[in-house]
């Protein structure tokens, strides 16, 4: 799983109000390197949670400082911080571990990069018809 993916994905199980950010516990963290797309990095970051976005990369054992705490105008265009968030979002990759939902605890499993974010039938939000 991409941090990019983990910016998006919120819990949403049957009672839970936000359910976002989902706290990342990862057994395993892998650094895949991906071709530099600096148009689609500026173009991708004013649409990031990004205290979400810091938070996970602390979870996942990055530098704290790795991104800076706001992004700027004057941040999309330098090249070096267009590395390092591309870097962030799409290089490092949760292989193993699980993903927790911030108000119920629920987890949801990561195998294989692939986060399991399947809920049973009764715990739908659309359940209560």
């Known amino acids: 799983m991409r941090l990019l993916t983990h910016n998006v994905l919120r819990c949403a ?3 839970v109000e936000e359910g976002y950010p989902l706290s990342i516990e990862a057994s395993e963290v892998q650094m895949e390197e991906s071709p530099f ?6 173009h991708i970051a004013p649409t990031l949670n990004w205290p979400a976005l810091r938070q996970a990369v ?13 992004v700027s105008d004057a941040l999309l265009g330098d090249e070096a911080f267009l590395r390092a ?10 292989v193993a571990g699980a993903l927790v939902c ?28």
């Open 13 to 15: 199980i049957k009672g």
């Open 37 to 42: 797309r600096p148009d689609f990095v500026k």
């Open 58 to 70: 602390k979870q996942v054992g990055l530098p704290e400082d790795m991104l800076p705490e706001a």
């Open 85 to 94: 968030l591309h870097r962030v979002l799409m290089d490092v990759h949760v």
């Open 102 to 129: 911030p108000e119920s605890g629920r987890r949801f499993p990561i195998a294989h990069g692939i986060p399991d974010m399947m809920i049973a039938e009764g715990e739908c939000p659309r359940d209560d018809k």
